[in-house]
């Protein structure tokens, strides 16, 4: 178990260690210490902004690169994304609104295999977009492969979609002239990430990021652009559920990043199980990835694996909701994408939470006033009573959610005048956070989560096990669990990904 006077320890000793090899002029290695302390401040969520690692990347801009003299912007813009993910994250929304507006960008990616996604092929068709691909070298050459790949293209603006990680292209975003404007898409909002220093403008989906970021990350109100999103939708075949057909069942769902629903003493787990056990026409069909241990022991020590199935990752999710009756929000943390697919499936929500995390609610998500979290217990079992008994209530009840979402179009449309005036498209409105709260849900996950230990493995490689021996023996349980669908040669190869030094 990792607790937060432990990763405070971490935090300092390899935070000094990169600002000590920057003063001795080892740029590669700083980079690759203050690249594992932003990804430590990310899963643990110590703290919204990190003056430390802000000064030291733009001390190492300043050190890397030389400033651009007589700089000329055209009417051109550079998109640089860390991930390229097929219907994740929120780079397909904003690309998809500069085709619309027929605009001539630059798209630049980390991901090696860039080449076999969809957005690939996407922006291929398009002949005002050119691709780009950071290749896999070194820190220090990576840095100025991405400054001078960006100045060639002499953009006006740029637009950010990166890991809280992402240094190499923090750095570079630092040196760029001030005559690029430079807007962040913030996609993980509420937690931790680098580069907020380097921000012109900070664009947020919801109120509850807009108000961390001027109480925590000190971004002025003037900067933060608000514009809700639309999710992705793949229209996958159904691939089926492992249940006999049944009109009389009915079929709950949740899914997500598991880490979501670590916590409270496993809450949200003994919640379903509760539901199952109330009502015998009801089945629990769960999507997701990540820690997933605890939850299938969970299922599997309560009797419930022929009532509560888990599928892993499907990539038909939008067809999974389609054939769901009712989609039930994860907690203690909420979800985004999922609570969207829901909405424009038209299908009911049930959402527990928390008083004092009212801003984080669902609502902010899908950008309704409807209330539809339910923060005491009663309400939440007296709302989910009447959805699982009365058909015609609970086919309303998702109708009611369907137009929350902006389609496509409007959210072109308000992009465009948001990038045009500089100005946000909607009101901003600060909401009531109690942040000791946070703190206190992220020492349970990082109690009872793998993802910090994978964060240690991944940057202390071998030399982890002499910080931390016992790690081992939770290493090759997991790496069993992990690639166990893969063959033995890729399962080495995995494994030696992780602990090369």
């Not at 007589?70 to 097929?86: A, L």
């Not at 069942?249 to 056990?277: E, P, Q, S, T, V």
């Not at 409807?370 to 709302?383: C, L, P």
């Amino acid at each position: 178990m990792m607790k937060i006077e432990e990763i405070n320890r971490l935090y300092n000793k390899y935070i000094t260690k990169a600002e000590n090899l920057f003063f001795k002029k080892q740029f590669g290695k700083s980079i690759h210490w203050l690249s594992f302390v932003a990804n430590l401040l990310y899963e643990a969520n110590l703290r919204f902004r990190d003056e430390r690692l802000e000064t030291l990347i733009f001390n190492l801009s300043q050190a890397m690169l030389f400033p651009c003299i007589n700089f000329e912007p055209t009417r051109k813009y550079v998109f640089y994304d860390s991930f390229s993910y097929d219907n994740r994250g929120l780079a397909q929304q904003y690309l998809r609104a500069l085709i619309d507006k027929n605009e001539d960008f630059l798209y630049i990616t980390e991901n090696l295999e860039f080449g076999s996604t969809k957005i690939y092929y996407e922006l291929k068709s398009y002949s005002k977009a050119e691709l780009y691909v950071v290749p896999n070298v070194g820190s220090c050459q990576k840095v100025r492969l991405i400054y001078d790949k960006i100045l060639s293209y002499r953009p006006s603006k740029l637009f950010t979609h990166i890991k809280p990680w992402s240094i190499e292209c923090i750095i570079s975003f630092y040196a760029l002239p001030p005559s690029i404007t430079k807007y962040n898409i913030n996609l993980t909002d509420h937690t931790y990430w680098a580069g907020v220093g380097m921000v012109d403008y900070n664009i947020e989906f919801r109120n509850y990021g807009a108000t961390i970021s001027i109480e925590k990350r000190n971004i002025k109100k003037e900067q933060i652009l608000l514009l809700p999103f639309y999710p992705i939708v793949d229209r996958i075949p159904f691939a089926g559920f492992p249940i006999k057909n049944d009109e009389e069942k009915i079929i709950l769902f949740f899914g997500g990043n598991l880490y979501k629903i670590i916590g409270n003493d496993n809450f949200f787990l003994r919640m379903i199980a509760n539901i199952l056990k109330l009502y015998q026409n009801c089945v629990c069909i769960c999507c997701g990835s990540g820690d997933e241990g605890n939850m299938i022991s969970f299922i599997n020590n309560n009797h419930l694996k022929e009532r509560w199935i888990y599928l892993g990752f499907r990539k038909d999710i939008f067809e999974i909701f389609r054939h769901c009756d009712i989609f039930i929000n994860t907690y203690p943390i909420g979800g985004g994408l999922m609570t969207q697919y829901a909405a424009i499936c038209s299908k009911p929500i049930l959402s527990f939470g928390d008083i004092d995390n009212k801003g984080n609610f669902i609502e902010s998500v899908l950008n309704t006033t409807k209330k539809i979290t339910h923060t005491d217990e009663a309400s939440f079992y007296q709302y989910l009573d009447k959805l699982i008994t009365d058909k015609e209530f609970r086919i309303s009840e998702g109708r009611s959610i369907n137009k929350s979402v902006p389609t496509p179009k409007e959210f072109a449309n308000a992009f465009v005048k948001l990038i045009t005036t500089d100005t946000t498209q909607h009101e901003i409105v600060l909401n009531e956070i109690d942040y000791n709260a946070i703190i206190k849900r992220y020492a349970e996950i990082i109690s009872s989560s793998d993802s910090i230990k994978i964060v240690l493995l991944k940057y202390i490689k071998l030399g982890v096990l002499f910080y931390r021996p016992r790690l081992l023996l939770w290493f090759v349980p997991f790496c069993m669990n992990k690639f166990k669908d893969k063959s033995f040669k890729s399962w080495i190869k995995h494994i030696f990904i992780y602990i090369y030094p």
